[in-house]
Structures are given as C-alpha cells and as structure tokens.
T-cell receptor, first 110, second 112 residues
Framework: DAKTTQPTSMDCAEGRAANLPCNHS???????VYWYRQIHSQGPQYIIH?????ETNEMASLIITEDRKSSTLILPHATLRDTAVYYC???????????WGAGTKLIIKP | NAGVTQTPKFQVLKTGQSMTLQCAQD?????MSWYRQDPGMGLRLIHY???????DQGEVPNGYNVSRSTTEDFPLRLLSAAPSQTSVYFC???????????FGQGTRLTVV
C-alpha cells in the first residue's frame, strides 16, 4: 500500500499558485519525499524531491513540515499545461522501488 | 538523447499468446524498472534491475519475466497473456543514486 495520502482532485485558477498537500505520517528517517506528475496518461515526469528542508527548482517548491509527516507541492503560477495527476511518494534513497498511490488530479481552469 | 524508448506503443494479444515489450535507454543508467498502470490507479512495480545481469521482483511479478544482458536494454516478457494483464506498461530508468527516474511513453496492451 502507498505510504501517502492525497486528495483525489483539486482545481486551481490559471495564474494562481497551486498548493497540493500530501500526508505521510509513517515516513521513516531515511525516506525522501518525491513528487511526480503524469499528463494525460503519458509517462510520469519527475518534479522535485526533498528530505527535510524545503526545496525549490524551476518547476516547483516543496515544503516539508518540521515533523516530516506532511508536505505541500507548490506550483507558483499554474498554467493550463499543469493539468495532470500529481503523485507524492516516499522512498528511501537507497531503494528506488517507488510505491505509487492514486495521486491528485489537478485541473487548472482558465 | 532519446531517453527511454518503449516499443510497441500499442499491442493487442489473444489469451495465451506470448510477447516481449522492449525498453531501451541511452543515459547509461544502472537502474531500470517496469511498471503497470490500470485505469484510475497509480503505477505498480513488476520487476526491476540494478545493473546488467541483476534483476529482482517487484510488487506484481507473476506472469512476467525479465532479463538484463546490457545496460541499455530491459525487455519484459509476457509468458502466456491473460485478460488481467490488460494495462498500460511503463519502463523507467535512473542512476542508482537517483533522484530522478525517467519514464518511457508507455505500451498500451489489450489481451482479448
């Protein structure tokens, strides 16, 4: 079973920040939080990952709570092309066997 | 770079037939894996490999075989296709240290 809990679906207005939550209350100390997205049944695409500190790259920001039991993926200025299913995954750095849940279907509306 | 290339993109099989799904990567990644994705669900790991000559089972290995004779290629064999194997299959590759896995575009398999 997936180790994460995500909302089934979310809407966001184009141009606004999209904030996608993820609960991972049983995360172990050596497990990273990974985010991937899947656009229209294409192959999943890596977005970002983190251990305990907040991370930012050209695609998104990842905010991890201090107790590491939850995190939020932030797409700062959502566009229609960000409509996708977003997956939050926890996995140890030495084991790349990702366990996927059903993810959050994010719909960006004009 | 082509990245991760899967062939074929679509396939229809009859129950009991066998076939091989091809996966090739040109990024010199040590780690390769196969997933299946059923409608409305996340991906489930079938088999994986950490290098040439080394393979292991994932979450749902029954009915599938793999081998890894080269770094570049990781074919998935369906031994005797069943309707329950109707799914979309994704191949992925990455460096052992990660963090980013690269996925192919998928093979859509229907078993009738």
């Amino acid at each position: 079973d997936a180790k994460t809990t995500q909302p089934t679906s979310m809407d966001c207005a184009e141009g606004r920040a999209a904030n996608l939550p993820c609960n991972h209350s049983t995360i172990s100390g050596n497990e990273y939080v990974y985010w991937y997205r899947q656009i229209h049944s294409q192959g999943p695409q890596y977005i970002i990952h983190g251990l305990k500190n907040n991370e930012t790259n050209e695609m998104a920001s990842l905010i991890i709570t201090e107790d590491r039991k939850s995190s939020t993926l932030i797409l700062p200025h959502a566009t229609l092309r960000d409509t996708a299913v977003y997956y939050c995954i926890v996995s140890p750095d030495s084991n790349y066997q990702l366990i996927w849940g059903a993810g959050t279907k994010l719909i960006i509306k004009p | 770079n082509a990245g991760v290339t899967q062939t074929p993109k679509f396939q229809v099989l009859k129950t009991g037939q066998s076939m091989t799904l091809q996966c090739a990567q040109d990024m010199n990644h040590e780690y390769m894996s196969w997933y299946r994705q059923d409608p409305g669900m996340g991906l489930r790991l079938i088999h994986y490999s950490v290098g040439a000559g080394i393979t292991d089972q994932g979450e749902v290995p029954n009915g599938y075989n793999v081998s890894r004779s080269t770094t570049e290629d990781f074919p998935l064999r369906l031994l005797s296709a069943a309707p329950s194997q109707t799914s979309v299959y994704f191949c992925a590759s990455s460096f052992l240290q990660g963090p980013e896995a690269f996925f192919g575009q998928g093979t859509r398999l229907t078993v009738v």
